[in-house]
């Protein structure tokens, strides 16, 4: 028999504390095991050089961001390989100077980040012509934007290749 367990079965008290002791190991081995294994990771940026700055060789921002975006904020998730974001465009500069050769869709699935800042309209099937929403697609690339034309907020939604 072990010393913990003599010790335990003559000192009540001890026992406890033995108890507290492997319920707080657990618990914390809980915690540190679940954010390890954490998929989504969130940024924010105040502006196109500090966001590209933060971002150099991840590739999670879109080659289409223009260098007027601000406020700047993504959420990517490493097991899908999905990404969504959203940037001021200060500018005001229209989609077709930023995503070359953009193409219109009538309509796209995208998933919940779980965001806060994701608007839930974005969630799901959405189809321009029953939301207000610009829905675009640069060409050759996997990224679709979905734009907000009243305030300037732009919205875009990418699945990169595994």
């Known amino acids: 028999m072990s010393t913990v367990a003599i010790e335990a079965r003559q000192n009540p008290k001890a026992l406890e504390t033995i108890v507290k002791l492997a319920r707080w190991t657990l618990l914390w081995s809980f915690l540190l095991l679940t954010q390890a294994c954490k998929e989504d990771f969130e940024s924010h940026y105040g502006s196109f050089e500090e ?3 933060a971002d150099a060789g991840h590739g999670w921002l879109p080659e ?26 200060v500018a005001g500069a229209s ?11 009538s309509g796209v699935h995208v998933d919940d980040p779980g965001a806060t800042w994701w608007p839930k309209e974005l969630v799901g099937d959405i189809n321009s012509s ?13 990224h679709s934007i979905l734009i907000a034309p009243t305030n300037g907020r732009q919205f875009y939604w990418v699945s990169l290749p595994r």
């Open 51 to 53: 966001a590209h700055k």
């Open 64 to 89: 289409f961001l223009p260098s007027t975006a601000t406020n700047i904020r993504e959420i990517h998730n490493l097991d899908s390989n999905r990404v969504w974001g959203s940037f001021v465009n």
């Open 95 to 105: 989609v077709t100077s930023f995503c070359l050769n953009s193409s219109t869709l």
């Open 130 to 142: 029953a939301h207000a929403w610009n829905l675009y697609e640069c060409s050759g690339s996997p």
